[in-house]
């Protein structure tokens, strides 16, 4: 009994050691992930044989291996609407809210030159990892907050809080306005609109 106690505070005290030291690793592949990926989108950005809609193309295909876009979808709606649209209804919605979002990121990035990115430290919770970033531009540093998760396809964003701003909680109190009086296909056709 006893050799079973001494084995079992010995697993214990070994989880307890090895814990923090799994999470620090967690942290430093998805910020080594970020990294690349911002690395790639400033690359791109400082092509300047390219023309914009090349630039463009090249940012929507890092966009797409970076951004969760169909959950940043269905948090932007919330619970409550999610689940009372139809099938149809959530995946148009879902078609709108995506290329409204890269149509957003997309136009913001281009205008990006010669910025300088820093990093501060990762937060790790479970499966979640927060990375504190810093873009100076002309002298101000804007604060951006990356919220990521760990996918069946490997690090995904699911949340960028720009200068303490979450754009999925952004996108909720719009839609949440519109739906306050209006219906699913109100929405809809507000999406479906050109900004």
């Known amino acids: 009994m006893k050799k079973k106690l001494m084995a079992l505070s010995s697993l214990i005290a070994f989880c307890l050691i090895m814990t923090p030291l799994a999470r620090a690793e967690g942290a430093r592949g998805v910020e080594g992930f970020l990294k690349g990926k911002v690395t790639e989108v400033i690359n791109t950005l400082q092509q300047t044989n390219q023309p914009e809609n090349v630039k463009k193309e090249k940012l929507s295909k890092i966009a797409d291996s970076l951004f969760d876009f169909p959950l940043m979808a269905k948090l932007s709606l919330g619970k409550t ?3 009372s649209l139809s099938e149809s209804q959530r995946k148009r919605f879902t078609t709108l809210f995506v290329k409204r979002l890269e149509s957003v990121y997309l136009d913001k990035m281009v205008n990006y030159t010669n910025e300088e990115v820093t990093y501060g430290v990762a937060s790790v919770s479970g499966r ?3 990375i504190p970033t810093y873009l100076l531009s002309n002298g101000k ?3 951006i907050l990356y919220r990521l998760y760990q996918s069946a396809d490997g690090w995904k964003l699911y949340d960028v809080e720009i200068q303490n701003v979450s754009l ?4 909720r109190a719009q ?3 519109i739906l306050k009086d209006g219906t699913a296909a ?4 507000r999406l479906a609109q050109p900004r």
């Open 81 to 83: 609407h999610w689940f």
């Open 128 to 130: 979640k990892v927060q």
């Open 141 to 143: 540093k804007i604060s």
């Open 168 to 171: 999925v909680q952004s996108y």
């Open 175 to 177: 839609f949440n306005e």
């Open 186 to 189: 109100d929405l809809l056709n």
